[in-house]
């Protein structure tokens, strides 16, 4: 039976109490936060969406993704305001919904933090590889994860302004790009086989243009840490959403308009689908040879750590407020007393995605962590509308414009691409909702049990 909001905020207010992380960053550093935990998502993955649908296909699937994004984000500011704390949508839908559907949140929130760097670390370790063909992709790639743990564990002020600095490198390659690519833009290369497999290849799109985003939300796992949360969350996360929808239109025309679609898909013709869209549209105005392909090679790498580096920021606060109010290890609640970083969740988290990095199935991984953000979307949105209900004189200092419509624009689109997701993945889909089940029957039976004794 689910727990009443009133009793689970017991819990939350508990941890009030508990080791705090120090505030110490401005809208600057959140934008450079919100842009670099996404912006890996313009170099590679988004283009095997148009091996499903086409230019079209992926153009409709894209702009519904960027309607949910946009009307998520100022729903999820509200919350992030209105609730400042390290665990997101945890604590949102714990305060909304009860302890149940805020562990289930929490857990899908862990999930698609902890599931992403996997995948983007072994891209990391690919791109190395070519220029250090003796070190194996998976050692670059673990070197990576230790690396930026200790990085992240060394202060979240040094990790921010890091992270602003390889986020500003990465925007200006993307800039870049698109000053070279558009004087060859060619308006008939987004015609040519624009809608190969219809409707059902706009569905089949749908992940990957959620791959685009995947990601943002991790702001407000750091409003906790941010100076003036009221009213810094909200300029940070205007800020960002706005760069990564203009960065995103400004990718896909003009990568696409080179030569079309299937020339930034496959290398060759008969190949398997390409990671690497961007070198691809280059490669057709500059040779793979000139120095400016080897300078959008280079920088572009900075796109990729961006977003390893921040989303594995994001993932240490989401554990650590699960350990601060004991669902987990106590253990991982705990602030390093020097660093005053989470520590211990950062390095939990390093172990487990450096096992998920040696599986070798970074597909697999990347849909795992979608299927955990889309999740994180539907209840979070839940707890926007419930919040409205059941405490309507909570403290607001931003309310989402037109209410209710955004978050219900936000909850339907979730919903449809969840509905995709399971038709497209069903295997993943069993294993994802899988490790939800086993997660909350362990939480119901021991760690309930445990914290509702006396």
Known sequence: MTESPKSANNLLQGANNSPHLSRTLGPFMLWGLGVGYVISGMYFGWNLGLAEGGTLGMAIATFFIIIMYVTFTFSYTELACA???AGGVFDYATKALGRDLGFIGGMAQIIEFVFAPPAIAAAIG????IFFPQVPVNVIAIIAYLLFTGLNIAGVRLAATFELVVT???????LLFAGITLPHFKAASLQINAFPNGWKGAWAAIPFAIWFFLGLEGVANVAEETINPQKT?????GSALATLVILCVLVFVSAIGVGGWEAIVYAIPGALPSDSPLPLAMSAITGDSGWLYHLLITIGLMGLVASFHGIILAAGRATFEF??????SPSLGQVNARFKTPANALLVNMVIG??????GKTAEIITLACFGAVSLYIISMLSVLRLRTID???ARPFKVPFYPIFPLTALFIASVSMVAMISLNLKLAIIYFGILVLAFIWFHVFVKRKINAP
């Open 83 to 85: 609730v400042p704390k």
């Open 126 to 129: 690919a791109y190395f590889h």
């Open 168 to 174: 500003v490198f990465a925007v200006f390659e993307l």
């Open 233 to 237: 969350v909200l300029k940070g996360f």
């Open 323 to 328: 350990g601060r109010v004991k669902y987990i």
């Open 354 to 359: 450096i096992a998920a990095l040696l599986t």
């Open 392 to 394: 309507p004189d909570l």
